[in-house]
């Protein structure tokens, strides 16, 4: 693997994860402030609130964890490896 | 050789970050990763023998471990009834149970220190870590929801896919994009844990890891609850009525 295929991958890794995190990040916070919302209209259901938010948390969760992953790619079982 | 992981393994340190790394075994023809079978084997031996000793002497008043089991019976039946309905769950309790168990424990299992046991190469984590673990069971939910639905409607169920050629190749394509995201979802989340593990180890090995593996158990948990309402979800779609409008 040569230089500019390694700088490469180090930086698009990182921008892999950072890009990935902003929308999920902006979507929790929406999400949350709902729930919170939620529940100090209705302090009665705070159960049912807790467990979708939880759950539709994982799923936006979930997006950046498929950033992450292309960079654990790239960083750890590159592809490019011995190409070029 | 990669750059990132020379850097990493020259640290002076004892602890290490090794993703992709395997102990493998040969069977024949089939190459098998040696430490996701050997976790795999002790999730499966603690869920057997848990329920195989609380279930002896069974009380009509439960105590103790018969009380836990019935409290997760429950627990797990609500999943079921929620996604699935009140008509049909029954049938799917032990399906989606044994998916939520089976994850739940192979997840937590994950934060033991398995690093203490010396392999010849990789590492012991949870089996979850393990891409081809997640993808058989997704690939379990989606051989048993199409399952249902064929149990249900017969060969009717597909009839749905003859009404407009653009919705059939979305719903095709359903085929493909559900085992992926299933997949996908929880290998990446049990690999990044484990990663942030390891990395804070590499960094400070006492005490600081500590609070972040309380809250990989939480995480580790809902993984599990996704997975398991989301295969009983995709169950309960294909085993409702097909004659009223899809949504």
Redesign the interface.
Same mark, same amino acid.
């Given at each position: 693997?040569n230089d500019i295929t390694?700088a490469a991958s180090?930086f698009s890794a990182a921008l892999a994860v950072g890009l990935a995190s902003i929308g999920p990040g902006i979507g929790q916070g929406n999400a949350a402030s709902k729930a919170a919302e939620g529940i100090a209209r209705q302090p009665e259901a705070e159960g049912k609130i807790r467990g979708a938010l #939880? #759950?539709s948390l994982?799923?936006m969760?979930?997006l950046t964890?498929?950033g *992450? *992953?292309v960079s654990?790619v790239l *960083?750890?079982?590159?592809p490019f490896?011995g190409r070029g | 050789m990669n750059v990132t992981q020379q850097a990493l393994n020259s640290l002076p340190l004892t602890a290490s970050v090794e993703v992709g790394k395997h102990l493998t075994w040969q069977l024949g023809p089939v190459t098998l990763h040696g430490q996701t079978m050997i976790t795999t084997w002790v999730v499966m031996a603690i869920l057997i023998a848990f329920t195989y000793f609380g279930t002896r002497k069974l009380q009509r008043v439960p105590s103790t471990v018969q009380n836990f089991l019935e409290y997760i019976h429950d627990f797990l039946s609500g999943i079921a009834r929620d996604q699935i309905g009140e008509k049909e769950y029954r049938y799917w309790v032990p399906f989606i149970g044994t998916v939520f168990l089976f994850i739940f424990v192979a997840n937590w299992l994950g934060q033991l220190p398995w690093r203490l046991f010396h392999i010849p190469s990789g590492e012991l984590a949870s089996p979850t870590n393990d891409i081809n673990t997640t993808l058989a069971l997704a690939l379990i939910a989606l051989g048993s929801y199409i399952y249902a639905g064929l149990r249900k409607s017969g060969l009717g169920y597909f009839k749905h896919y003859l009404e407009s050629p653009i919705l059939a190749a979305v719903w095709v394509l359903e085929f493909f994009t559900r085992p992926l995201s299933l997949s996908i979802r929880l290998f990446g989340n049990i690999l990044a844990e484990e990663l942030v593990i390891g990395v804070l180890i590499l960094l400070v090995p006492l005490l600081v890891p500590a609070p972040l593996m309380l809250l990989f158990l939480l995480t580790g948990a809902i993984q599990a609850l996704v997975f398991a309402t989301l295969t009983a979800s995709y169950v309960g779609e294909a085993v409702e009525d097909h004659h009223d409008e899809h949504h």
């Open positions: 693997m390694a180090v #939880l #759950l994982a799923f969760e979930s964890i498929y *992450l *992953l654990i *960083l750890f079982a590159n490896v | -």
